[in-house]
């Protein structure tokens, strides 16, 4: 058995499934920020229904699994579309952005909340409309604020990409899984080597993040904060509770 | 292929099995995380560098890769060195309680690093033993402090159960699709009624726990 | 041009104004005076619809502020309706509430912009007389961050002014500033009320400044209006008992 030949050998078959891995992670990640904007918006209305339909959505998505979301989309998606369903990135991606979506959600209405009731008065005395106010001020303001969290969420997504894999997607950790086989040395090497690569990605991205972080700190004038790109988590379910305190 | 209430009644049996192991996994898996966490704190804060920057790296690795992958590796790995399979169940708890742990430190070291100058003053001013500092002054407001955060891991720890199917862990998730797989139905059954359980176990557990944020915030 | 009728405003059990009646004049400039918690914020506050009446009607330049008119009734105002009222009312707040996410130039030019429809240039060409007038020209680039409170204050005054309010509340304007800053926004202030026929009313515990801008004072105490009158007289010759001893308390404040 000729290991390095081997192994040499396989490593083109995971360009495809870098792709899906990025592709869901990417994609999950973007309509997770639509989800998150839109239910983070909703949750800090004035009306009573839009509250409670975003508040109904939110802990459902949160409260149930991951696991379990990503199984029954594969299930029920198919049926309720009444189509035979094969593109399973897509599932993917909406599973995977609705989940973390509901987590971002807290953390938009958690960080618009936190802005200073004072922005808010300047911009009744200056005749805003709810937009303008939305667009012009609050979220200009609480987008730096939002970054760190949803950095964390955003590597949260990433290893969740990886249970693409267990409704047969052919992501990276599924790929790795078909190379290897049996329990071997190969088959070793094979998930080490893509616990490397997901470690990349993950670093990629809190720089991406620390990245965004301070061109938005320096948006508000501010002096950008200066730490290692993969900071500590903010743990996110924490981080918006203290802010709804903060809120009351 | 509409919602079939025989279907969920023969499952219900499976998914209560499932839940059990699920229960199970989720305890001795919270336990590591939480005993394994606070030992990395407390040596991230007392240890020489030559230990605590090791420590700190293995800790980043595992919090920023998939413990899907990590559970597969460590099964292959351990199933090579005994030459025979390892048990998915206890494989499959210590790599999602480690995994867990890499989390749970940082939420121990945040509540230490909360608490006020004063204290530590306090315990100079006293010269109290370290030992006796750590146990009756720190510990006992580090954890206070601590309790939201670490509660919520254990409840995202507890929804992350069922990605140890991938290794065999018989939980929920892998008795429905099981059960799917033999019998061409029941998937749409089981897949909202395990998502339903998960609901009602872990939501008011997270209303506790930021009842209890907010208490602290106070 | 501003008519409290009857105005009562409740924060729960406290009844903070009690059926409050005056009337401001157009181009008057008002101060108003009082103990904290006595309402006089509150006033300001229910102007620039920050708050709401709990009973009793606003009116603003004829129109009705808290309400609208429904035929012959007067009905609770709605979002609209106030918006398109508080246009022609401007507030300079205590904490200045610059918004920090944007330079100083675009902080003035935003309102102007999206409010009232202003064109960019138009916008920037009027920014610019204003920043020279509150003497801050070469600070347009700059971010409130990196202003000193007394230059905050006086962007929040220009931002204000950009909107060309026909009223303009001043909610303790320099309360939050360090003493040797207070001079310039008060200097800015009295060179406003000098050249434009704004009507001003103006919350403030700058004794002198009141005596110098204002044309009348109204005294205030637990919601009610205790002495009115110009400030010579008020501040003079007060009539009350509590209002010579609240001159007493913040004279001598400011001496020490």
Same mark, same amino acid.
């Given at each position: 058995?000729?290991?390095?030949?081997?192994?040499?050998?396989?490593l083109?078959?995971?360009?495809?499934?870098?792709?899906?891995?990025?592709?869901?992670?990417?994609?999950?990640?973007?309509?997770?920020?639509?989800?998150?904007?839109?239910?983070?918006?909703m949750?800090?209305?004035?009306?009573?229904?839009l509250?409670?339909?975003?508040?109904t959505?939110?802990?459902?998505?949160?409260?149930?699994?991951?696991?379990?979301?990503?199984f029954?989309?594969?299930?029920?998606?198919?049926?309720?579309?009444?189509?035979?369903?094969?593109?399973?990135?897509?599932?993917?991606?909406?599973?995977?952005?609705?989940?973390?979506?509901?987590?971002?959600?807290?953390v938009?209405?958690?960080?618009?909340?936190?802005?200073?009731?004072?922005?808010?008065?300047?911009?009744?005395?200056?005749?805003?409309?709810?937009?303008?106010?939305?667009?012009?001020?609050?979220?200009?303001?609480?987008?730096?604020?939002?970054?760190?969290?949803?950095?964390?969420?955003?590597?949260?997504?990433?290893?969740?990409?990886?249970?693409v894999?267990?409704?047969?997607?052919?992501?990276?950790?599924?790929?790795?899984?078909?190379?290897?086989?049996r329990?071997?040395?190969?088959?070793?090497f094979?998930?080490?080597?893509?616990?490397?690569?997901?470690?990349?990605?993950?670093?990629?991205?809190?720089?991406?993040?620390?990245?965004?972080?301070?061109?938005?700190?320096?948006?508000?004038?501010?002096?950008?904060?200066?730490?290692?790109?993969?900071?500590?988590?903010?743990?996110?379910?924490?981080?918006?509770?203290?802010?709804?305190?903060?809120?009351r | 292929?509409?919602?079939?209430?025989?279907?969920?009644?023969?499952?219900?049996?499976?998914?209560?099995?499932?839940?059990?192991?699920?229960l199970?996994?989720?305890?001795?898996?919270?336990?590591?995380?939480?005993a394994?966490?606070?030992?990395?704190?407390?040596?991230?804060?007392?240890?020489?560098?030559?230990?605590?920057?090791?420590l700190?790296?293995?800790?980043?690795?595992?919090?920023?890769?998939?413990?899907?992958?990590?559970?597969?590796?460590?099964?292959?790995?351990?199933?090579?060195?005994?030459?025979?399979?390892?048990?998915?169940?206890?494989?499959?708890?210590?790599?999602?309680?480690?995994?867990?742990?890499?989390?749970?430190?940082?939420?121990?070291?945040?509540?230490?690093?909360?608490?006020?100058?004063?204290?530590?003053?306090?315990?100079?001013?006293?010269?109290?033993?370290?030992?006796?500092?750590?146990?009756?002054?720190?510990?006992?407001?580090?954890?206070?402090?601590?309790?939201?955060?670490?509660?919520?891991?254990?409840?995202?720890?507890?929804?992350?159960?069922?990605?140890?199917?991938?290794i065999?862990?018989?939980?929920?998730?892998?008795?429905?699709?099981?059960?799917?797989?033999?019998?061409?139905?029941?998937?749409?059954?089981?897949?909202?009624?395990?998502?339903?359980?998960?609901?009602?176990?872990?939501?008011?557990?997270?209303?506790?726990?930021?009842?209890?944020?907010?208490?602290l915030?106070? | 041009?501003?008519?409290?009728?009857?105005?009562?405003k409740?924060?729960?059990?406290?009844?903070?104004l009690?059926?409050?009646n005056f009337?401001?004049?157009?181009?008057e400039?008002?101060?108003?005076?009082?103990?904290?918690?006595?309402?006089?914020?509150?006033?300001?506050?229910?102007?620039?619809?920050?708050?709401?009446?709990?009973?009793?009607?606003?009116?603003?330049?004829g129109?009705?502020?808290?309400?609208?008119?429904?035929?012959e009734?007067?009905?609770?105002?709605?979002?609209?309706?106030?918006?398109?009222?508080?246009?022609?009312?401007?507030?300079?707040?205590?904490q200045?509430?610059?918004?920090?996410?944007?330079?100083?130039?675009?902080?003035?030019?935003?309102?102007?912009?999206?409010?009232l429809?202003?064109?960019?240039?138009?916008?920037?060409?009027?920014?610019?007389?204003?920043?020279?007038?509150?003497?801050?020209?070469?600070k347009?680039?700059?971010?409130?961050?990196?202003?000193?409170?007394?230059?905050?204050?006086?962007?929040a005054i220009?931002?204000?002014? &950009?909107? *060309?309010? +026909? !009223?303009?509340? #001043?909610?303790?304007?320099?309360?939050a500033?360090?003493?040797?800053? =207070?001079? %310039?926004?008060?200097?800015?202030?009295?060179?406003? &009320?000098? *050249?434009? +026929? !704004?009507?001003? #009313?103006?919350?403030?515990?700058?004794?002198?400044?009141?005596?110098? =801008?204002? %044309?009348?004072?109204m005294?205030?105490?637990?919601?009610?209006?205790?002495? +009115?009158?110009?400030?010579?007289?008020?501040?003079?010759?007060?009539?009350?008992?509590?209002?010579?001893?609240?001159?007493?308390?913040?004279?001598?404040?400011s001496?020490g």
């Amino acid at each position: 058995m000729d290991f390095l030949g081997n192994v040499t050998a396989a490593l083109p078959a995971y360009w495809t499934p870098l792709w899906v891995t990025i592709g869901a992670t990417v994609g999950g990640s973007l309509f997770a920020l639509l989800v998150a904007f839109a239910l983070g918006l909703m949750a800090g209305s004035r009306f009573l229904l839009l509250r409670g339909v975003a508040r109904t959505v939110i802990e459902f998505f949160r409260g149930t699994s991951l696991v379990v979301q990503l199984f029954w989309f594969v299930v029920v998606l198919p049926l309720a579309l009444q189509i035979r369903f094969d593109a399973v990135i897509v599932i993917a991606i909406l599973a995977l952005g609705m989940n973390y979506g509901a987590y971002a959600a807290e953390v938009v209405r958690g960080a618009i909340a936190a802005v200073p009731p004072g922005q808010l008065e300047a911009c009744t005395a200056l005749s805003f409309t709810y937009w303008q106010k939305m667009r012009l001020v609050v979220i200009p303001q609480a987008w730096p604020e939002m970054i760190p969290p949803l950095s964390t969420l955003a590597i949260l997504l990433l290893k969740g990409s990886s249970l693409v894999s267990l409704v047969s997607l052919a992501d990276l950790t599924f790929q790795a899984q078909v190379l290897g086989r049996r329990p071997d040395q190969e088959m070793l090497f094979h998930l080490g080597l893509i616990l490397v690569v997901y470690f990349i990605l993950s670093y990629l991205i809190a720089t991406g993040m620390r990245f965004l972080e301070r061109r938005a700190k320096r948006g508000l004038g501010q002096e950008p904060p200066k730490k290692s790109a993969l900071a500590r988590p903010v743990p996110v379910e924490v981080q918006s509770a203290a802010a709804a305190a903060v809120e009351r | 292929m509409g919602w079939n209430w025989e279907t969920a009644q023969e499952l219900w049996p499976l998914l209560m099995e499932g839940l059990r192991i699920l229960l199970l996994v989720t305890l001795i898996s919270s336990l590591i995380a939480l005993a394994l966490g606070l030992v990395v704190a407390l040596t991230d804060r007392s240890a020489p560098r030559a230990v605590t920057m090791p420590l700190f790296a293995v800790m980043e690795f595992i919090r920023n890769t998939p413990v899907l992958v990590q559970a597969v590796f460590v099964w292959t790995a351990v199933t090579m060195w005994l030459g025979t399979a390892a048990s998915p169940m206890w494989t499959g708890a210590i790599v999602l309680g480690v995994h867990y742990a890499s989390y749970t430190a940082e939420a121990y070291r945040a509540g230490i690093d909360g608490i006020p100058k004063g204290q530590w003053e306090a315990i100079t001013a006293l010269s109290l033993p370290k030992p006796r500092a750590w146990i009756a002054v720190l510990l006992p407001q580090a954890l206070r402090r601590s309790t939201p955060a670490l509660g919520n891991y254990v409840i995202a720890l507890f929804k992350e159960v069922p990605i140890l199917s991938a290794i065999g862990v018989t939980e929920m998730v892998r008795q429905v699709d099981g059960y799917a797989g033999l019998n061409y139905t029941g998937a749409l059954e089981g897949f909202t009624i395990a998502g339903l359980i998960f609901l009602v176990v872990s939501y008011p557990v997270a209303l506790l726990m930021r009842k209890l944020e907010k208490r602290l915030a106070n | 041009m501003v008519h409290f009728e009857n105005v009562v405003k409740r924060f729960g059990d406290l009844e903070v104004l009690q059926g409050l009646n005056f009337q401001v004049q157009p181009g008057e400039r008002v101060t108003l005076i009082g103990p904290s918690g006595s309402g006089k914020t509150t006033i300001l506050r229910l102007i620039m619809t920050l708050e709401q009446v709990t009973d009793g009607v606003i009116w603003v330049e004829g129109e009705p502020l808290s309400h609208m008119r429904k035929g012959e009734r007067l009905v609770a105002a709605n979002e609209a309706h106030q918006r398109q009222v508080r246009k022609k009312i401007g507030m300079v707040f205590q904490q200045f509430n610059l918004f920090p996410n944007m330079r100083v130039l675009r902080n003035i030019t935003e309102a102007p912009v999206h409010v009232l429809g202003q064109s960019k240039e138009q916008a920037h060409t009027r920014a610019k007389e204003l920043l020279e007038l509150v003497g801050l020209s070469d600070k347009a680039d700059a971010y409130p961050s990196q202003l000193s409170g007394g230059q905050q204050q006086r962007v929040a005054i220009a931002r204000s002014l &950009a909107m *060309s309010p +026909d !009223i303009l509340l #001043l909610d303790e304007v320099t309360s939050a500033l360090d003493p040797e800053l =207070v001079a %310039d926004v008060l200097d800015l202030l009295k060179d406003i &009320a000098q *050249s434009t +026929d !704004i009507t001003m #009313l103006i919350v403030t515990h700058e004794m002198g400044f009141a005596r110098d =801008v204002s %044309d009348r004072v109204m005294m205030f105490d637990r919601g009610v209006i205790v002495e +009115d009158g110009p400030p010579s007289q008020v501040m003079g010759d007060p009539e009350h008992e509590r209002t010579r001893s609240f001159l007493k308390a913040v004279l001598g404040e400011s001496q020490g």
